[in-house]
């Protein structure tokens, strides 16, 4: 599964490189994060990077029957 250049920085971020990802993100995209939110949002960041990695990783591997579509709303 080919992934492009934004999943694949997002999935190289180690755990503590998260935090200075999500306060940049967010002020690249104009959302002001207020301070008691921080924690939060870095933790979930954490576990969606992990998830991300797993799916990826499936994909890459060919596990399951069906061929990986990209999401179109």
Known sequence: MAIDAALKAFLDLSDGDVAAYA?????E????LPEPT???V???????RVQTALFV???SSGV???TA???TP
């Not at 995209?29 to 002001?32: A, E, F, N, V």
């Not at 870095?42 to 969606?48: G, H, I, K, Q, W």
């Open 38 to 40: 921080l924690p939060g």
């Open 42 to 48: 870095r933790e979930n960041l954490a576990l969606l």
């Open 57 to 59: 990783a499936a994909l």
């Open 29 to 32: 995209i104009g959302l002001p």
């Open 64 to 66: 399951g029957s069906d």
């Open 23 to 27: 306060e940049a993100r967010a002020a």
């Open 69 to 71: 579509e990209t999401f």
